[in-house]
Structures are given as C-alpha cells and as structure tokens.
C-alpha cells in the first residue's frame, strides 16, 4: 500500500472540531478506509460485488496500492474501524506512471489531459458514512485536498463522478444540462470511450430547467460545479457500481483559491 508521512495532511493533518482530515499512514486504516467504502457502495447503493470481494467485504482494486487515501478520523467513533468516517482516493501523475494508467482511463479517453504538460491528479471512491454527511465533514476533505494540491503542484484533478442507476433517460435533464451548460474546453475534455460512450445530450438545451436538473444532481457533482468544474464528453454505464460516470475536470486554482487560501486566513 502507498503510504505517505512527511508533513501536513500526510502526518498530523488537519482538523475540525473533533475531526481530522489526513492521509492513511498504515495499512490497517488503508484497510479500514476499503471497508467503508464497501458498505457505502455494496451495502447502501447497490454494487455489484464479486465473491472475493464479497467475501472480504472491502472494496479494492490495484490501484489502491499506488494511491494516496485521505481519511476524516473522528476519535469517538468507537464502531468504526480506527475511527475513519469519510474517504477519498488521490492518484497523482507519478503514481499512475507506476500502475500504467489512471482508473478512469478505463472509462474515458483522457488524451487531452495527459498530452497538456500539466501536473494531474485523479480524484476516486469518495464516500461518507451516512452519521456524517454534512458540508463539515465534505469542507474538511476539500481542505485536505487543497492542501494536498498546494503541496505536490497539481495543475489539473479529475476523475469520474457517479449519478445512481444505469438508466440514462431516467436522468436525461441532468445529463444533457451537465454537457450544455458544463462541457469542458477541448484542449481539457474527456472522451468516453467509443465502445462505452452514452450521449448525454438526450435533450435540447431549451427543453431543460436548469434548476431543477441541477437540484435533481448527486451532492458531489453540485460541489465540482460550484467549484467550477467541468464534464467530459459522453457518459459511461458502470454496471458493477449500479451509477453512470461523467467525467469531472477542475483546474486546481479553483480548490485552492475556495479552500487552502481561506483557512490559511483564518488561522493568521
């Protein structure tokens, strides 16, 4: 497992309240972070799992070995494992050299990222136990990943976000007010995948309330929006994970400027 321990997020973290943000620094609160998010994605939203995976009750693939997991630790959470309530999973431009592709390259055609020089990082497997979601505990890991951001100088973060289900005409105003209204440059646009590749532009721009498509959105994808993030083109079905991926993009500034800047504020 990746585990890095230097300085900031990645030893002593930072904190709210009861609450700390920081990167897994063993392979037990790794473990404890794979077991969350099988509950969150196979026990709560329906995942398809295997039988190892069933049988191990976590939720692992090789990608969890190069990766960085940032976790949201509260102390007085005595029935969860080593107390982590909330998870991320950071992949960075090195650590994808060394597994041979980012996760989402599996989904989506990420060429235009990987060809603009910039320094990338890939955004994966969020999740919050449900005694936790509140915009505490969601402010909290956007601190550590701008704080991640500053430290490591990422230009660009990106990834796959998930809506529920795998019936694209069941979400078509979401759908095609993401890709009107939300479609990110060329020179940074994912493509999915000609094989995978659903249109998302199920509807015409006139024929969408964009309000309502917008409140009808998934909490994480509202975030990226307000944040000012972009989709990719196209929208893949995942199947195993019972959702439909768009692909998210965000230059780095916009975290930072939101997150890393504010707070250093605050504590001057």
Not at 12 to 20: F, N, Q
Not at 174 to 186: R, V
Not at 188 to 210: G, I, S, W, Y
Not at 242 to 259: G, K, S
Request: with cysteine; proline share 5%.
């Amino acid at each position: 497992m990746s585990i890095i321990t230097p300085r900031g997020i990645e030893r002593e973290g930072l904190r709210s309240g009861a609450l700390t943000v920081r990167v897994a620094q063993s392979g037990a609160e790794i473990d404890a972070a794979q077991a969350l998010r099988y509950a969150v994605f196979y026990d709560e939203m329906g995942a398809r799992a295997d039988a190892p995976t069933r049988a191990r009750r976590r939720d692992h693939d090789a990608f969890d070995s190069v990766a960085t997991h940032l976790i949201v630790v509260d102390e007085a959470a005595a029935d969860m494992p080593h107390g982590i309530v909330a998870t991320y999973r950071l992949i960075d431009s090195d650590a994808a050299a060394r597994a041979g592709s980012f996760y989402s390259g599996s989904e989506f055609d990420l060429a235009p990222l990987l060809g603009g020089g910039n320094r990338l990082l890939e955004l994966g497997r969020s999740c919050v136990h449900a005694r936790y979601r509140s915009g505490t505990v969601m402010n909290l890991l956007w601190r550590g990943i701008a704080e991640y951001v500053d430290r490591h100088g990422i230009d660009v973060m990106f990834g796959c976000a998930s809506l529920p289900g795998t019936d694209p005409d069941g979400i078509a105003d979401q759908l095609a007010y993401l890709s009107h209204t939300h479609l990110a440059p060329e020179p940074l646009r994912p493509r999915a995948l000609p094989e995978r590749f659903v249109e998302m532009r199920r509807k015409d721009a006139l024929a969408v309330d964009p309000r309502q498509a917008f409140l009808g959105l998934p909490p994480l994808i509202k975030g990226y929006l307000r944040l000012g993030g972009w989709v990719g083109d196209g929208a893949v079905i995942d199947a195993q994970f019972n959702t439909i991926d768009v692909a998210i993009v965000l230059r780095t500034e916009q975290v930072t400027a939101r997150y890393l800047r504010h707070y250093r504020r605050d504590a001057a």
